[in-house]
């Protein structure tokens, strides 16, 4: 059956527009449609492939991301091999490379033309080749040995900022980008705080992670981890190629990639050196890993003409940052109890410099890693360290272990109060489960007190050893009990401080709610599920008498944080806990809007809205989204984000998105801009 010509029209102008909408979101951070009408159209062209399935193209944005696993990937021979680079340590080994580079121009030029460099970032990441057939992405690869790789082009599709097609109106027939895919840090520390929230282990840095994601045989699952991607070069087989490296930087631009803003032109090695010292300490200040910075000879057909080692490409090279892995002996082992009850072994090493501070302690994850490395005492190890990431053990070295050395095994006991530790089927993870465990209880009031939970300055692991220590704090709510009496009692406390810290954890009583969830320290559940269940929940009454379903159906809060949550709030001590907790004027409750006539702290007075929640979606005809959330709030409603049964209204304006289907399903009212004016007036 043939396709309406009408049809076919509107789903190209429809890939046009969310391709230019998502190149502008996720490329130029710069978005050019709101929300609501990207979901609106990405349906409309969603709904068009699935009436006319010959209407679907490798290029449209709904191939982002497959519905089914990979069974295996295949393996694929690169057209160009993929040489890795060359490393430099230090200045003298880069002028030996120059050194090298013109002696080989020399044999093959006689006279070196005229010549200058580009220097790159190096990011830490992994290699990928893309293919472009006629504009269409067609084939991702991974770098593998050089030769080659697996083809991954269904998890390629997932990184927002690869294009499926180049933007541009005649793209060449064929051309093969590289560059390098790689996990931002914040991302990094999303998925690793999931991770150990779930009780799963760490990934031990961002470029193993990226490589792991990239082999995931689940496309949906890579997605999620938001990945980003750098191009670094290209290669137009049989087309005309830019004559420089910063050309072709710029073509890759004018394709629609997002290139790494800091590249740039440096005329000789002196150039290159200053830029590599300018950004030693810089990058530490970037969004992404980055160890050292490749130099390039600018010119493509002096790098033609140079060709490659048996190993390398002679027209470039990596300058690296001092290692960022470096050996070291271990000590000892000991077990670490956290606030969960989970116990972690860790290796108590030879202080040794490595990413420019001093490390003496490294995490070895679990039972299971320990087996993996087979690590004993005495042992010469690797150990890694990069930014802020917590110092690991990545390798044992067995040719340099002592005689008589023993397996490390892990205690049957909490070091902390001799009660038996378990390990649960389903986990990775040894754990304490009793929870009058000094350790247990130190790492809760730490966790209670930090930044983004009750924020009590001065509250600091040296206070709470003591105060756990003298019996003074058994469970949360005896913290604002602490009277400075009691305070003057512990070692170098002196009357200011303790007088300080009453008026600190006194102050945290203003906290918001969602603060105060979050700092209850329930598995699973960080900031920003907190917020989500606070906005999707409004008393804590009414998540504690949740039910499973209930919490389920809130976006973004799947099964193993639904089952969490509620289970903790089934437990007799937690009900104690909350009841006493608000006894003593701690926050359970989303407070209503603040009241310009009644100043700052007023309540504003409730009226037939208060506490009720409503979702806005669309764009409503008069009112910005910002302006009919504070009339809502005025009036004493919440504005939420989630769609859940807990709503009271869903605000509808023109080109609604997806919000509006599930609060159809859940049988949620529906309100436009006149009627929500009706209502609040």
Known sequence: MAVPSDAAQRAAQLRQQLQEAGYAYYVLDAPILPDGVYDALYRELQDLETAHPELIRPDSPTQRVGDRPASQFQSHRHAIPLYSLENAFDQGELQQWQERWQRQGQKLLGELPAFDYVCELKIDG????????????????????????EEITQNIRTIRTIPLRLAVESPPPLVEVRGEAFLPLGEFERINQERGEGGEPLFANPRNAAAGTLRQLDPQVV?????????????????????????????LQTFGFRVNPHR?????????????????????????????????????????????TQKFPRWAIALKYPAEEVSTQVKDITVNVGRTGAVTPMAIMEPVAVAGTTVQ????????RIAELDIRIGDTVIIRKAGEIIPE????????????????????????????????????????????????????????????????????????????????????????????????TL???????????????????????????????????????????????????????????????????????????????????????????????????????????????????????????????????????????????????KVVSAVSSKINYLVVGANPGSKLTKAQQLGIPQLEERELRQLLE
Not at 238 to 246: N, V
Request: aromatic share 6%; hydrophobic share 40%.
């Open 361 to 368: 302690r490294a995490t070895l994850h679990n039972a299971d």
């Open 223 to 251: 997605d999620r981890r938001r990945l980003e991607f750098f191009p670094y070069t290209l290669h137009l087989p049989g087309g005309e190629s830019p004559l420089s490296q910063w050309d072709s930087l710029e073509l």
């Open 264 to 308: 740039q032109r440096c005329p000789d090695l002196a150039a290159v050196s200053a830029y590599f010292e300018a950004w030693r300490e810089k990058r530490h200040d970037l969004p992404y890993m980055t160890d050292g910075v490749v130099v390039k000879l600018n010119s493509i057909p002096l790098q033609t003409q140079l060709g490659f």
């Open 126 to 149: 992994s290699a990928l080749a893309l293919t472009y057939e006629h504009g269409v992405l067609t084939r991702g690869v991974t770098r593998g040995d050089g030769t080659t790789g």
């Open 491 to 637: 070692e170098r406390m002196g009357q200011k401080s303790a007088a300080n810290l009453v008026g600190a954890i006194a102050a945290s009583k203003t906290q918001p709610y969602a603060r105060v969830l979050y700092g209850l320290g329930i598995r699973h559940v960080g900031k920003v599920n907190a917020e989500m269940l606070t906005q999707a929940f409004p008393t804590v009454e009414e998540l504690a008498s949740a039910r499973v379903s209930d919490l389920e159906g809130i976006y973004g809060i799947g099964g193993e944080i639904a089952q969490a949550v509620y289970d903790w709030f089934q437990a007799p001590h937690h009900q104690t806990l909350i009841e006493n907790l608000q006894t003593l004027g701690l926050c359970f409750a989303q407070t209503l809007a603040i009241e310009e006539a009644g100043g700052k702290g007023a309540i504003a007075t409730p009226t037939r809205i208060a506490g009720q929640s409503f979702v806005i979606t669309g764009t409503l005809p008069t009112l910005s989204r910002k302006e009919a959330q504070a009339l809502i709030e005025q009036a004493g409603g």
């Open 393 to 488: 053990v990545v390798q044992v070295l067995p040719a340099l272990r002592p005689p008589g050395t023993l397996p490390f095994v892990m205690p049957s006991h909490c070091p902390e109060c001799a009660s038996p530790l378990v390990r649960p089927k389903t986990e990775a993870v040894t754990r304490c489960v009793n929870r009058q465990c000094p350790a247990i209880l130190r790492g809760a009031i730490e966790h209670w007190a930090s930044r983004d939970a009750l924020d009590i300055q001065g509250l600091g692991e040296k206070w709470v050893a003591q105060l756990v220590g003298a019996g003074f704090v058994s469970s949360l709510d005896q913290l604002y009990t602490l009277t400075i009496e009691q305070l003057l």
